[in-house]
């Protein structure tokens, strides 16, 4: 369509305000095409074509990613006192335990376990744990009336284990907490092999 | 093409005024003195408004700086800040502009002075209602919609008057045809009606109480179609309206295409309300609305663009004078944020994009990029006309009018530009996870305490908007103070509108190139008669504009409450006990859901801090939904056991005892006041009425929520706090929060994997049994 240098003026006229008959311009009417065009395949595509996928199944498949990417080298892990113990020394499986800590836990346990509403993990004092693998079943189960939650529906089994690992590793630390000592003093855990 | 062809079909068909008879002519006045209310009061709403926003701002930089007093607190204060910067100031400037233009458009006095003044005071009292209601804690829950039933009912009673008064005026123009500017008012007055009344629709629970009839997903998809053309409908179409009639007044240049405004026009009307579910993408809501919400997003950006375009290429032949006027340089500013918005916000709205900005500060940009560069600049741009000409004097500053345009532009850049970095760098961060698997910020609070630089940009940004506005009232009381003592009125004389007898023929093709006849019919179709007959017959136009939002909405809200699937429930999802209720209307009245989203998306980043995804079995119980749309604070939806009931009683008191980089308002009071027990059973008799399976508590729900006070009190002391919380709100909001998210698995998952699909049964259809 040739464009003349002055484009025509309409014969309205509101309140002095008048209107040409422009043209409207190619590139918005192939962009307005185009957009609808890729609507179009879209959503036959994603409603109706049996290769797509929905949110849910994209999900599903990254949680499968996702789990090999953390737990294929070990497996699932039993919480017993040998695993735990064997990984409270273990420094690449430690960061999976910080991990989970620092997601869940710090509120109430501080950044580095020296205890904030809930008690102090770095000394030897213990309130609901007498062996290693106490740990792993507080973590669970929740303990002390509810004041520590029960994680069983939240974690994986493997950062129940690897989570008790950690906060094992922390005794001894005996970091300055703004909590009193709690609970009895318990044998040191049992060594790894 | 040749000339002489345009011109023979340009040429207006209705000849009916050149009639002899057009001698007899009628005289008018036009009505400016309400036009000059209006326009003061947008200048004061606009000053009330950002100044909420402002303090908002810095109480997230400083959580100290609300004082403790709660009427401040940012879950109040927020809904006030929006409600105020949409409805008081651009609610106000859009009356200005319309209240204007309007009558000049029509060539007649305003329909009645009586319904004019009714809709003046009657606005400016619901604005002060909200502002009386909002801070103390009397909110319905949803977005941009919180004003409680008996306002709701004032805001359509008012709305009402409103549109007698527009459609008055119509009826008795003098001008045959209606410019696109009333097509955009007309779009404005039927929709905004339809939202409003539909999603507000509530049972009354108390004289500011009330509950959504919608619940959970079907509630998340009305709030959104509302909430998405809320933006639509009073923060674009009313706006392009006063374009259309501002910028070529201005600018003493024609529209640039009258073909344009016919086509983006309808494109939008029809497409925009199909946009709201793209608020909703990777939640409860059902994937194809979803799709649907972003697709017609996608399609929306062209339509939004035609305005745009509309209004910068109407300068073609003045650009020479944006240099020296101000109102012009508001006007070009304000139409590139339109279109930087409307670029941005089709992005947005695909859904790998979303997954990356939903809930964070990049939305905030977004919507401030629109609020403060396009709504606020096309009103200043608007105001700065206006005031020589309703003041009947010159503008008392020229050179302050452009120290407001720099001071404003710098502002909202400042603003939009922190609170993007803000935004992808918290999506960022929230999505983070490294090669083993592992969230790289896995403490929520790390990624708050990133941000805080950028607020207090953005407090920056925003104070130096709030300058420029300053200088504009300054400039505004000098100007008014030269008025003359008394305004004159001039009087004009039209003709009036005889019954139109012709009709518009049908143009002849334009085509001269040998065609199929399909052709030549499509092209006098093209040429858009039928559209100039239906300019000068507004009701037919209306009622199409009707027609086409109504049924826009309808593909989607249909099967959204028809369609069983679509909410699968969950067996063991129970409704919530008399004293989580009154836990869950505290959390509604302290504005918990302007930080919190409950609403854990299917993401792996997502789930692995949070839990498992929310299901939409799971809140069909909500009474509002509280999904949020603003993660300022960490996701509820699973709140539920996660935190003991000792550690959010001191969490309230003070969050920066337990979380020292926490932004959170300290909720003191909530530890002091006492329940109101009493007043807990009306509100679940109602709960009843809207459907949710009450039973044993009906009649009792006041002793059952004592008992259910008691023992959470007496957790709380042996966990090792204080006693005395058996009957205080803090104990019930923490009933509520210990209970979301929990039933999911009340009755055995599959055990082992977490991602197990939970116990569900047949689906069934809710809310409207």
């Known amino acids: ?193 | 093409m040749s000339l002489t062809s345009t011109v023979a079909v340009s040429k207006d068909r209705v000849s009916t005024e050149s009639a002899p008879q057009a001698a007899r002519m009628e005289t008018f006045v036009y009505d400016d003195a309400i036009v000059r209310m209006f326009m003061w009061m947008t200048i004061v709403w606009v000053v009330v408004g950002t100044l909420a926003g402002l303090l908002v701002a810095i109480e997230l930089a400083l959580p100290e700086a609300g004082l403790g007093i709660p009427y401040i607190a940012f879950g109040r204060l927020r809904p006030l800040h929006t409600n105020a910067a949409i409805f008081a100031f651009a609610g106000n400037a859009i009356f200005t502009g319309i209240y204007y233009s309007l009558q000049r458009l029509c060539k007649a006095r305003m329909f009645s002075d009586l319904l004019s003044r009714l809709h003046f005071w009657g606005w400016q009292l619901i604005i002060v209602a909200a502002a009386l209601t909002l801070p103390t804690g009397h909110t319905s829950g949803k977005e941009y919609a919180e004003l409680e039933w008996p306002i709701d009912i004032a805001i359509a009673l008012v709305w009402v008057v409103f549109a007698v008064n527009v459609f008055g005026t119509i009826a008795v123009r003098r001008e045959r045809h209606m410019y696109v500017a009333i097509w955009f008012y007309i779009a404005t007055l039927v929709t905004v009606a339809m939202l409003h009344i539909f999603n507000s629709l509530a049972l009354p629970a108390g004289a500011l109480k009330s509950y959504s009839v919608y619940a959970g997903a079907q509630d998340a998809f009305m709030q959104w179609w509302y909430g998405h053309n809320a933006v639509a409908f009073f923060l674009t179409t009313p706006f392009l309206g006063l374009m259309y009639y501002f910028m070529p007044k201005a600018a003493e240049r024609p529209v640039f295409s009258y073909r344009l405004s016919i086509i983006h026009f309808w494109s939008l009307v029809f497409m925009y309300i199909w946009a709201g579910p793209h608020h909703l993408h990777y939640t409860a809501c059902p994937e194809w609305a979803s799709t649907l919400g972003m697709l017609f997003s996608v399609m929306l950006w062209m339509p939004s663009w035609g305005g745009g375009i509309n209004g910068l290429m109407t300068l073609r032949g003045a650009w020479h004078k944006v240099s020296y006027d101000p109102v012009l340089k508001f006007f070009v500013v304000g139409v590139t944020f339109y279109m930087m918005s409307t670029f941005e916000g089709p992005m947005m709205s695909v859904k790998s994009v979303n997954a990356l900005s939903h809930y964070t500060d990049w939305t905030i940009a977004h919507v401030h990029g629109g609020a403060l560069g396009w709504n606020g600049f096309i009103s200043f741009g608007m105001i700065y006309w206006l005031a020589p000409r309703l003041f009947q004097t010159k503008l008392y500053s020229q050179k302050l009018a452009n120290m407001h345009f720099w001071l404003g532009l710098v502002g909202i850049l400042v603003y939009v530009v922190s609170m993007w970095t803000a935004g992808i760098t918290q999506g960022l961060m929230w999505r983070g996870i490294d090669e083993n698997g592992r969230l790289m910020w896995p403490d929520f609070i790390e990624t708050v305490a990133h941000l805080i630089p950028y607020y207090w940009i953005r407090a920056l940004g925003g104070a130096l908007f709030i300058a420029g506005i300053v200088v504009m009232v300054y400039n505004m009381v000098r100007t008014w103070q030269t008025r003359p003592a008394k305004y004159e009125e001039p009087v004009y004389e039209a003709p009036p509108l005889m019954a139109a007898r012709a009709v518009e023929a049908l143009p002849p093709s334009r085509i001269r190139t040998p065609v199929v006849n399909i052709a030549h019919k499509y092209d006098r179709f093209a040429q858009a008669a039928w559209h100039r007959r239906w300019e000068r017959l507004p009701l037919v136009f209306s009622v199409w504009v009707a027609v086409a939002v109504v049924v826009a909405s309808l593909f989607e809200i249909l099967p959204t409450f028809l369609i069983r699937s679509n909410v699968p429930t969950i067996a063991s999802v129970t409704p919530y006990t008399p004293l989580e209720l009154a836990g869950r209307d505290i959390y509604i009245a302290e504005g918990c859901y302007n930080c919190h989203s409950q609403m854990i998306r299917p993401l792996i980043a997502e789930t692995k801090r949070f839990g498992e995804y929310s299901k939409p079995g799971e809140s069909v119980y909500d009474h509002p939904f509280q999904w949020g749309s603003r993660r300022i604070g960490p996701d509820l939806a699973r709140e539920g056991g996660r935190q003991s009931h000792l550690w959010h009683l001191l969490h309230f008191k003070n969050p920066r005892e337990v979380n020292p980089k926490s932004v959170m308002p300290a909720y003191s009071w909530l530890l002091k006041e006492t329940l109101d027990f009493g007043s807990i059973e009306a509100h679940v008799r109602v709960m009843k009425k809207l459907g949710v399976p009450y039973d044993k508590e009906i009649g009792q729900a006041e002793q059952l929520a004592r008992a259910q006070a008691a023992e959470i009190a007496r957790q709380i002391v042996e966990q090792g706090g204080e006693p005395g919380y058996d009957d205080k709100k803090v104990t019930a909001l923490i009933a509520y929060l210990q209970r979301l998210g929990t039933d999911l698995y009340k009755t055995p998952p599959t055990p082992g994997e977490p991602s197990a699909p939970p116990a569900t049964t047949q689906p069934v259809a809710m809310g409207n049994k």
């Open chain 1, 1 to 193: 369509m040739s464009q003349s240098a002055e484009p025509m003026l309409l014969d309205h006229n509101y309140d002095g305000i008048q209107e040409y008959d422009n043209p409207t311009p190619g590139w918005w009417w192939m962009l307005f095409h185009a957009t609808v065009v890729f609507s179009i395949v879209y959503f036959l595509f994603f409603q109706f074509s049996p290769d797509s996928w929905t949110l849910k199944d994209a999900y599903n498949a990254s949680v499968v990613v996702d789990l090999r990417k953390q737990f294929a080298e070990i497996g699932e892990l039993k919480a017993d006192e040998a695993t735990i113990v064997k990984y409270s020394t273990d420094k690449k499986w430690l960061e999976v335990g910080r991990n989970t800590f620092a997601t869940n836990c710090v509120s109430c346990h501080g950044r580095d376990g020296e205890g904030v509403v809930g008690p102090n993990m770095t000394d030897d004092a213990y309130k609901n744990v007498k062996t290693i693998t106490d740990i792993a079943t507080v973590i669970t189960n929740g303990a002390a009336n509810g004041a520590m939650p029960a994680w069983k529906n939240r974690l994986h089994p493997n950062e129940v284990v690897l989570t008790a690992s950690y906060i094992a590793s922390l005794r001894g630390k005996n970091l300055p907490s703004a909590r009193p000592v709690e609970g009895d003093v318990i044998p040191p855990w049992p060594k790894g092999n």
